[in-house]
């Protein structure tokens, strides 16, 4: 055996902790989760149920933690996970998991199997079975500080557009100030509009904000390969411009993966807590709302429903405020069914959408959310995720359907009052 | 003579295996210990660790359209087992008998019939749908198989040695019983004990978030 299967296999055991080693002495194999799994829905293949995805973590865990494991070991019964595990489960564990953990909602012992395919990545990272798509997205993170190669002029290019057509200007490296704001790269090159929205809300509602010109990328293509170090990296180079900042506040951009990136995997990966607190934009916008330091003028009556980013709703807890800031500037919001922390994922989270050879897969069980958006009834979908959005737009198109994707905190600043104090 | 052996030694042993397993078990899960968790909670995780342990025995809607099978099934062979197991008359007087010294209100005749026509039911169907289920079928393994088996036989040879007119039929009942206990702590059945850690584990992790699991 290879040294780098070696050192997966020893990974995947030191994953294996108290909640993992419950989880499987708790499954039924109930099947329950493939029918909260899109993949399995759309697909019917039984081999993309969510749990049967772990199966190489549940064999070292069975050969190692239980009786009959241990035994089939002494009598040479049992099979050590082997490198064909890696390459047989490869796709599975990356092609089709977008670690939206909706199956971890349904199970009736409440296994989280999205927690344990996260874990289980760490090992297959080491073992070098990824898709090249993340690793080169990780790659260039690692080297350029984005994984689609945005470098600061980029960033400072865009700004200037910004600044130009808005008549703002956008603090950089601005020391002492409340908040300090993270994009994507995604936001930076597809969507600029965000940028100018965040700008012009900020501006109105007196806000003391900066963008560190050390650390402006949120997100973490280590968390959805699954390297710990190199997510750490990503993660720390924030951390620091924020403390250097001496800021109170990181604003985590719409992107679903680098909330939790920053927000809930970050303190862990750099081992203890920040200095600061964390917020992700939609938080900010509702709480900005809610403290009447922005107001609004009228509203749309486009009739629209919501895309529930899997990371910041059910992965992340910001719930209420997409809603409560979408009830202010929408007269026509409808929630689909399965909305909320049970909503469909677009298919493209957990480094799908940046895995080449998985759009087949995942184009097909888009079908999922073309049903969804069919049965909503309406032509407008707000969602609050660049990832999230690109990966509708390229969906809707392909099954061409006549649905605009809109970003939520761009609607807000379109219906934005001028001047409220 | 195998009679005395039944219901004396092999009781005791099976009760022993049965109690020192089951504990090994929850000690060896919990003694792994999960790494400190830094980022800043939303809100305290044991009243989700408390709520998920509740819920989770309620299936969410969208799941309930795509499993009713699997679901009404399974609850027809948990509530009906659970009716045999704590409240037929021979149980809660075994168990007065042997374990607490006090027993408690049992089921009627006609109360014992239904339950266990509705356990064997949700039994049977829960197997068949294990058969025949493609995903059931993939992820299943032989320990799924030997424990409905077992099951199963216990709660069949208990219902014929419900009469209690054959004294091999009720030796048959323990013996079974005995195995199914001596088996227990080494196999899936370990659920009826770890679910409530996994529940509690993952609605703790999910509260902390701000999410309702």
Known sequence: MSDRIEQARAELRSQIDAKVSSYFSSCIHCGLCAEACHFHVETGDPRYTPIYKLEPMRKLWRSEHTLSGRFSKLLGRSTELSEQDFADWEELVYDSCNLCGRCSMVCPVGIDIAYMLRKQREAFNLSGYTPEGMRNALQRTLTTGSPMGVTLKTLQATLAHVEKASGLTIPIDRQGADFMALFSSMEVVNFPEYIASVARIFDTAGVSWTISSEAFEATNAGIQIGSREGAKEIVSRAVNAAEKLGVNYLISPECGHAYTAIRWEGPNLIGRRYRFEVIHILELLDQLMREGRIRFNGKSDTPMTLHDPCQIVRRGGVIKAPRNLLHQVASGFVETTDHGSMNWCCGGGGGVSANERAEALRLKVFGRKKKQFEESGVDTVVTACANCRIVLEEGLEHYEMDTEVIGLTELVAEYLEQGAD | ?213
């Open chain 2, 1 to 213: 003579m195998i009679g005395d052996f039944i219901d004396g030694p092999l009781w005791y042993l099976s009760l022993t295996v049965f109690l020192l397993g089951v504990v090994w078990r929850l000690v060896a899960i919990l003694r792994v210990g999960v790494a400190p968790d830094f980022s800043t909670a939303r809100h305290g995780g044991a009243g989700g660790a408390l709520r998920t342990l509740f819920t989770r025995s309620l299936p969410r809607r969208p799941v309930f359209t795509r499993g009713k099978v699997q679901l009404i099934a399974g609850y027809m062979f948990h509530l009906g087992l659970f009716a045999l197991l704590f409240l037929a008359q021979p149980h809660v007087e075994f168990i007065s008998e042997r374990i607490t010294g006090f027993g408690w209100v049992t089921l009627p005749h006609w109360g014992f019939i239904l339950a266990a026509e509705v356990a064997f039911a949700g039994l049977l169907l829960l197997l068949l749908y294990r058969l025949m289920n493609p995903v059931t079928r993939l992820i299943s393994d032989t320990g799924d198989y030997t424990a409905s088996l077992l099951v199963f036989l216990v709660m069949l040879s208990g219902c014929l040695a419900l009469a209690q007119a054959y004294e091999g039929l009720r030796l048959l009942h323990l013996l079974l019983a005995e195995l199914l206990l001596i088996y227990f702590p080494f196999s899936t059945l370990m659920h009826a004990f770890t679910f409530a850690i996994s529940r509690g584990y993952t609605g703790a992790a999910m509260a902390r978030k701000g999410v309702n699991a």
